[in-house]
């Protein structure tokens, strides 16, 4: 994805957001729609997503097709909203880390909160179902779209953070785009790791190798500038 097509889905495509679970309606509505996204997930899974329908999925959460439709386009959405959320909730942890924290602090806790439970080495089987769902083809295409939407949303949380602007500073999209690269890489060598891995672990090292990588290769001074 490049630059100008990411600043367009950043701009003209806000990341949605699904509704505050406020009120009764709102935690109903966020329930049903977490509850589509895990069957659509798990039945792709089990079964391999071309065997699986939008009718199989709203069966598996307990409501009608129609009401899958009126959260989620395709199956192939509803599994990549688990990715959106995941974004949305890394954005409020960092909203929430303590003021005077050092960014790159603030952003590996927020990052690494979303990845706590993933502390236990998944079965081989069930990383190899999940490795085959994850790279059909017609599933990649939805997935870049929410990791270029979910990289400028953390790209707008790290302006906030830092108190500047995606219009006038370049830094929070370049920050942004390392913690994604980190995250991605990470994520692909636990879905290729053989015998399989937590990935808790490889999300701490991955942080770890980028921020060791960036003193090495920067002069000293840019470095405590970076920092």
């Known amino acids: 994805m490049t630059t100008g097509s990411a600043e367009q889905l950043g701009r003209q495509q806000p990341f949605p957001r ?7 309606r709102e935690r109903k509505k966020a329930a049903t729609r977490r509850a589509l996204e895990e069957a659509a997930m798990r039945l792709a899974v089990e079964r391999g997503l071309d065997k699986v329908l939008v009718e199989d999925i709203a069966d598996a959460a307990g409501v009608s097709s129609r009401t899958f439709n009126n959260y989620f386009a395709s199956k192939y959405e ?16 960092l909203r929430s880390r303590p003021p005077g924290e050092p ?4 952003v590996t806790q927020a990052v690494l909160s979303q ?14 179902r999940i490795r085959l769902v994850v790279t059909t083809p017609a599933l990649v295409g939805e997935y870049l779209k929410v990791q270029g939407m979910a990289q400028y949303h953390l790209a707008e949380v790290i302006a906030e953070r830092v108190g500047t602007s995606l219009e006038t500073d370049m830094f929070p999209r370049i920050m942004a785009g390392a913690v994604s690269a980190a995250m991605q890489a990470a994520i692909e060598r636990w879905l290729h790791s053989d015998p399989p ?7 701490r090292q991955s942080f770890r190798q980028f921020a060791a990588g960036m003193r090495e290769v920067l002069p000293p001074a840019e470095a405590a500038d970076s920092g």
Do not use: K, N
């Open 78 to 93: 509803a599994i990549c909203a688990l990715q959106q959320d995941r974004a949305l909730r890394i954005g409020d942890e």
């Open 103 to 106: 960014l790159w602090e603030s």
């Open 115 to 128: 990845f706590g439970p993933a502390d236990r080495a998944p079965d081989a089987d069930w990383i190899a």
């Open 18 to 24: 699904p509704e505050e679970a406020s009120g009764l």
């Open 197 to 203: 891995v937590p990935l808790a672990p490889l999300i």
